[in-house]
């Protein structure tokens, strides 16, 4: 009886172990979540070729709006509207719509909201 009681100690201690690992891993995750949104968006802005067309500032290509600030110009929720849909926002818009999901234009435009 006694080694069995041993060996039921141990699941004990594992099971303990992984719901610490899971509790320290969720409040990591939510604690990095703005920053973490933000680097993304920053990496998006090259994988969505936005450079092409857009400075910020030293890396781009001149050809569009400077975007080094453009996070004191217009909220967080406008950024990520004109993203998915740059028409909606301004009929005359000549920034063509970019094919991206929800997820890539929350990250840029949290990306584009800190730049101020
Ligand atoms: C083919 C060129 C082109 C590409 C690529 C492009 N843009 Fe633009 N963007 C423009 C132009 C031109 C404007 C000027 C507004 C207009 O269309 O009237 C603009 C405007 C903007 C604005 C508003 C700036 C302001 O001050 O009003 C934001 C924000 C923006 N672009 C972000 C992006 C992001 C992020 C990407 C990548 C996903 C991107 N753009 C890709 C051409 C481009």
Avoid: N
């Avoid at 968006?41 to 969505?48: D, M, N, S, V």
């Avoid at 030293?58 to 990520?80: C, F, H, N, W």
């Amino acid at each position: 009886m006694r080694a069995r009681a041993g060996e039921l100690r141990v699941p004990w201690a594992a099971l303990v172990g992984a719901a610490v690992a899971i509790a320290v891993a969720t409040t990591a995750a939510f604690g990095q979540d703005a920053s973490g949104l933000a680097a993304r968006g920053k990496r998006l802005f090259t994988e969505q070729g936005c450079y092409g067309c857009h400075m910020i500032g030293k890396m781009g290509t001149p050809i569009a709006t400077d975007l080094s600030q453009v996070g004191s110009k217009y909220p967080e929720a406008y950024l990520r509207q004109w993203l998915r849909e740059p028409q909606q926002q301004k009929p005359q818009a000549h920034m063509p719509k970019i094919q991206m999901a929800e997820a890539e234009a929350q990250a840029l435009a949290a990306y584009l909201a800190s730049l101020k």
